[in-house]
């Protein structure tokens, strides 16, 4: 049973239903083992974070920022401040100097908590050009503070301010007084191009958005949930205080790259993530196949189209499986599909809500086919997350983003833009009045950008509006439906599609290293360099022809023509992707400009 309290009491409530039971498993700052933490302790700490906030003179709808990875300590700050009706504003642990200096600049903010070694040394570096900033407050206890710095302080000593019953009337009073129209978060969104604007998120957002979805998303307090997308990312941000308020194990992965040992090693039955995540896995489970016997091979295919047949074919469509397809799937699930799982470190597998970007109708099918019920969703930091998903218990069509929460109406414009309205939707963009005029059309309904349309009840995307190409020739190119084809492929690690106001479609590709130098050996092309390497012909005629095989359902004025191995990734120092990690077209246009009109020379 759902307890859907205002966030203020949230934690308290849940603990007071669920006591002793497990909470949180986490790990320490540069820790090995997994420790736990109940309820009731959850609860404890919290109470203390804002008995300690108040002493530090933290006002109502004060701003407070969190400038870290997903650890606890996180989670305390964030229920903490909402017990005195704080605002948290998070920021990404990869942010930038420049960006953190925004955020605290824009928002005023007094206060920051921040994660490791270096969160600490970028706040440090900026303080001086933040005039509100008074102090830093670190988590991790290994972090060296700066000798004789009066502005930073632990985690565990700004603990020590709220200890005994200082200030606990006043937490009480704070609590009654909060109401819906309360300001939680303020989200700035990092945004492909331009500066970042603050997204405000209210009590009453959070409110309607985990009723809505307990409709739909069956988590229960049998749920061992694994944190892998960033708290301050709204998909998991909201995630995760749904699975509280279900009274789910919270399994905190601070280290995004070692998701895949987590699993492994705590065995979650649920877990949110972008498609990304799932590419990965089905391309590891492919060079599995193809690097085995031919026996097994076959053996595996064949899995996998019975496993697509009983899935998709019939249980997404509504329909009962025919007896013998039923009891082959039963097998096989028992055996081969199992082993998969297993693998993941998800022999237990609920169900895995997926969103953030286009999901590829082949990954698609091949999660469902093992076994594991892929939620793929839409929604949008302004909508506090969900605007729809799958239904475990109806049917859905492979590519739909599934079916509209409760509560939110979807309005398709005559330009096929994706129109919202309803009580998860902002009220608008800190400090930006014009900002928020423009989102909205004159009747109420937010403008998402995205460009989608209603069949049967579910919602289908097409492109990002404003990402859409056009060619010289006159033709309109979706970047984003023709990347998600293409990287499927072992050998493609990331991709950016070339078109707008160019007389074919070309595209930049930043390989699988690994994987494209071990063909190189195994087929006698020397190289002595990644540059050398990604300028072979050989390596090319074989990338073109693999784009060629995944690319033959396009119309020929989208397909890839030409393109270019990059020696090295995309990378946010040099501006090229977001915080979320989508790419900044425009940045990749102006950083490989050379690159790029090679491609287009006769």
């Not at 013998?324 to 169900?351: C, P």
């Not at 990604?534 to 390596?539: A, E, L, P, T, V």
Request: with cysteine.
């Amino acid at each position: 049973m759902q307890i859907n309290s205002h966030l203020s009491r949230l934690i308290h409530d849940v603990a007071a239903q669920y006591g002793d039971r497990e909470a949180l498993i986490y790990k320490n700052f540069g820790g090995k083992l997994w420790k736990s933490c109940s309820w009731r302790q959850f609860d404890n700490v919290v109470s203390q974070v804002s008995r300690a906030m108040l002493q530090l003179g933290i006002g109502v709808q004060e701003n407070v920022g969190v400038f870290s990875q997903n650890s606890v300590q996180y989670l305390f700050t964030d229920f903490g401040a909402w017990g005195i009706r704080a605002v948290t504003i998070p920021f990404y642990a990869t942010s930038s100097e420049q960006q953190i200096q925004f955020i605290i600049n824009d928002a005023q903010i007094r206060f920051l908590f921040v994660g490791e070694q270096e969160q600490y040394d970028k706040a440090r570096r900026v303080f001086t050009t933040c005039s509100s900033l008074e102090r830093i407050i670190v988590y991790d206890p290994a972090v060296h503070l700066e000798p004789e710095d009066p502005t930073a302080m632990s985690f565990d000593d700004f603990l020590k301010l709220g200890e005994g019953g200082n200030n606990e009337s006043r937490v009480a009073q704070l609590k009654a007084e909060a109401t819906m129209d309360d300001i939680a978060n303020i989200l700035y969104t990092s945004g492909t191009t331009g500066d970042s604007k603050g997204v405000i998120l209210t009590m009453g957002q959070y409110y309607a958005a985990m009723e809505a979805n307990n409709k739909c998303v069956p988590v229960t307090d049998k749920d061992r949930v694994l944190n892998f997308l960033p708290f301050t990312h709204i998909f998991e941000k909201g995630w995760k205080i749904l699975c509280i308020t279900e009274g789910a194990t919270l399994i905190v992965n601070t280290r995004p790259q070692e998701v895949q040992q987590s699993m492994r090693e705590t065995h979650p039955t649920c877990m949110c993530s972008v498609p990304r995540f799932w590419e990965k896995v089905y391309m590891g489970v492919q060079e599995k196949i193809e690097s085995s016997g031919a026996l097994q091979r076959k053996l595996f295919r064949h899995a996998l189209e019975v496993g697509r047949r009983h899935n998709i074919e019939y249980l997404a469509a509504g329909k009962e499986p025919p007896m013998a397809l039923h009891l082959e799937y039963q097998v096989l699930n028992k055996t081969i599909f199992s082993l998969v799982r297993k693998e993941l470190g998800l022999e237990n597998a609920h169900f895995f809500p997926t969103a953030g970007s286009t999901v590829s109708p082949h990954v698609e099918e091949f999660v469902h086919s093992i076994g594991i019920f892929m939620d793929v969703g839409y929604g949008l930091t302004e909508s506090l997350a969900t605007v729809s998903c799958l239904h475990l218990d109806k049917p859905f069509t492979v590519g739909s983003v599934g079916i509209p929460i409760d509560s939110i109406s979807v309005r398709i414009a005559d330009d096929g833009e994706v129109l919202l309205k309803g009580p998860t939707i902002t009220k608008g963009y800190y400090k930006r009045d014009d900002l928020t005029k423009q989102a909205f059309t004159e009747d109420g309904y937010f403008r998402t950008g995205d460009s989608g349309y209603l069949k049967d009840g579910e919602l289908f995307l097409k492109e990002r509006i404003k990402d859409l190409y056009k060619t010289s020739n006159g033709k309109y190119i979706a970047p984003q439906m023709i990347e998600s084809k293409l990287l499927v492929d072992k050998y493609i690690d990331q991709l950016a599609i070339i078109a707008d106001e160019r007389k074919f479609v070309s595209a930049l590709i930043v390989p699988e290293y690994k994987l494209l130098e071990e063909y190189a050996r195994q087929n006698g092309i020397a190289f002595n360099s990644r540059e050398e390497l990604c300028k072979d012909k050989r390596i090319y005629r074989m990338m073109m022809e693999r784009i060629d095989t995944l690319q033959q359902q396009l119309a020929h004025y989208e397909q890839v023509k030409r393109f270019v191995l990059l020696p090295h990734p995309f990378s946010l120092q040099r501006g090229e992707l977001t915080n979320t990690l989508k790419i900044k077209r425009r940045v990749l246009n102006e950083n490989y400009k050379e690159e790029i009109e090679k491609m287009y020379e006769e």
